[in-house]
Structure formats: structure tokens, C-alpha cells
């Protein structure tokens, strides 16, 4: 029979991937969904999500982060394995006017779940989605496992909470638990509000003549972008190991969000200057200046590579949005 895995946050976009990937390795994969939610997002609806467990290739389970209740009884049914925890409050600027539900969501959410699962006894391996905003005012270049951290918001702030918590369970009870500290990671399944996807799509819709300005706020934020694909696999290979063990996943590369411009606007013959606007107003109240990770731990033991580039990154984003762009002016779209 093959292994159980319990994913939080399955319906984002290292949900999905995530999901694929144990899919693929003849996983039963259960996703935590609030019963709130009006239904699964459509980055999992084509793995035929369905509540019957002889027939489902992916199984829903209710629970919601904010609720330990909620949790014990997903523990309890799920019997996993695996627990991969990906849910949060993951927008980093949504997070200085939502700090409250951002701390709730993604620090005390993991609390909440590792306290379940000390609760029922059960000793599954337990995967916690750390982030580089933990490094924020970076204290050295690159940033590895041992760089100090410094976050500069309310996102950062809890992440660090569930990080250092998550490296607490598992020294005080023995819990199998890994961190993967992962620095910014995209994909066309990226949400339209972050950066790298606002600016593919913006691209697509402007050549095709949807959309005739594109308004962004610091274009010298620099980041070690990757992508989400590979950083999922990542993940699973770290609760592979026979010991648990705290991880940067980076591809070792800083670009600014104009060099992501560039790229973007160019794979389509545009120049982004012609386009874009400048709004003081998208600025965060603290600004992170340059994150880049130096992964050889996880490429030493881990066996990790990522297997696609920034430019590579990029062209796929800008394909897959360039097809969005043209079945929505198909349809009559405009914005």
C-alpha cells in the first residue's frame, strides 16, 4: 500500500504541484480545506478531486489552520504518513494591512498543527514551507541555514515564529520535522497579485491589446527567483531523509523585478518602459533590498537541482499567459 500525505494549503500553487508530484509517486494525498471555502481552487481541479476514497485520486479532508479541533479530527481520519504544511497568509505586502489574520494563518496555524499532531500521537514526517523573508535586512550574501534572521514584516515575523517553533517540536519531542527555507518561487499557477505574475499577464494582455498600462511599485527589489516545480521536489526529498534537517532552496541567482520586466516584455517584442508606471503607493513600509540563497546543503545532501533558469521561468510564465491572454480576447474580453 502506498504512503499517505496530508497537504495544508493544497489548493495554492505549490499545493498543486506538490500534489502532482506524490500523485505520481503512487501517494494517497488528502488536502486540508476550510468547509468554508466555496470549493477547491482550479489549480487542483484537474487531479479529480472527489470525497470517495475508492475512487478519488485526490481526497478533501475539512480543517482550517485557525481551528486545533479541526485538525485533530483531519490527524485522526488521515492516519498520514507525510504532512506537508503549505497553508498561509503568503502575500508579503497583504500582510502590513492584514497582520492579524497573517499571524493567525501562518504562525499560529502551524503551531495549532503541530500541537495536533503531538496530541493524537501519531509520528507522521512533517514538512514546514519556511520562506528567505525570514532573512529580510539580509546580515550576509548569500543567505544560508546559518544566516541570522531578519524579517521586515508582519509575513516574515510569523514565518520565523513557525520556523524556530517547528525546530522546537522537533527537538523537544522527536518529531520528524524538516523546514525548507525557500526562497521566492513561481510558475504559471502563480497568483495574479505577486509580482512575477502580475507582470507576465500584464505582457500577454498588453501585446494582444487588453491592457494599456501596467502599474508596479520598487522595480530594484532584487530576488533568487526558481521554479515551483522543482521546489516541491525539494520538499519531498527532504522528508526522504533518515534525519530531519533545515534547508535553503535557492537557485543562487539575485535578479531586480526590472531585469523580470525585461525578460517578460521582451520574450514578446514589447518594452516594458513604454508601459509601466511607477506607484509609490505599492511600496511596502519596509522594503527587503536583495535576497539570494546559496543551496549547497540541500544540493550536498539532497541530491537537489533546480532544473529550470530564470529565463526559462519566464518564457513559460509568459507562454502560458500569452494563451490566457488570447482565449480572453476570444471571448470578447477587455479590461
Known sequence: MGRVALITGITGQDGSYLSELLLEKGYTVYGLVRRSAA???NRVGHLTLDPD?????LEVVPGDLTDTGSLVRALTQVQPDEVYNLGA????RVSFDAPDHTAEATGLGTLRLLEAIRMTGQRPRFFQASSSELFGKAQEVPQRETTPFYPRSPYGCAKAFAHYLTVNY???YGLHASCGIMFNHESPRRGEAFVTRKITRAA??????LQGELRLGNLDAARDWGYAGDYVRAMWLMLQRDEPGDYVIA???AHTVRDFLTAAFGELDLDWEDYVTLDPSLHRPAEVDRLVGDASKARAELGWT???DFLGLVKRMVASDLELARRELAAGGNE
Open 39 to 41: 470549493g477547491p481552487a
Open 53 to 57: 476514497p475508492d475512487s478519488a485520486t
Open 89 to 92: 497568509q503568503s502575500h508579503v
Open 170 to 172: 522537533r527537538e523537544s
Open 204 to 209: 500577454a494582455r498588453i501585446k494582444l491589446g
Open 251 to 253: 537557485t543562487g541567482e
Open 306 to 308: 533546480p532544473s529550470i
